[in-house]
């Protein structure tokens, strides 16, 4: 399930993190990210397994949080709400997914929104609701 083209030459140019990270993630490649970027709180039907490569994620699953440094990593089972922010100047994420659910569309969907530049927000809400990704309050 992680056959989404990767970010980087010669794809758009969609320079959000969360997305061209999202793009590269579902591909097992690991993405640089800025501190404090991150999506917003959400849930879907995929597991997501969060491993630090560089720098520091702060983790947040139901409310809880968990601060993960380079080395670490973390399972987020299907269904469960959560998000992350980068809590260190940069760092490297790789993120891979299992179970149900079609994260490599979702993603390659997103890259597709992207080629035009980056989108509006409520374009962004209506591709991951299209792929079951329901967005939750903060």
Do not use: K, N
Not at 97 to 104: E, F, H, K, R
């Amino acid at each position: 399930q992680t056959a989404a083209p990767a970010a980087g030459p010669g794809r758009p140019a969609c320079e959000q993190a969360q997305l061209t990270s999202a793009a590269a993630a579902s591909t097992g490649r690991p993405a640089h990210q800025a501190r404090q970027s991150g999506p917003p709180v959400h849930r879907h039907a995929w597991d997501e397994t969060y491993c630090v490569l560089d720098g520091a994620v702060e983790l947040i699953r139901e409310g809880d949080s968990t601060m993960l440094r380079a080395g670490d990593f973390l399972r987020v089972p299907g269904g469960t709400a959560h998000t992350y922010r980068i809590a260190s100047p940069q760092a490297r994420v790789l993120v891979t997914t299992s179970g149900s659910g079609s994260p490599s569309r979702f993603f390659a969907a997103l890259d597709e929104l992207c080629t035009a530049g980056m989108p509006a927000l409520p374009e962004v809400v209506a591709v991951a609701q299209r792929f079951g990704v329901e967005p939750l309050p903060a």
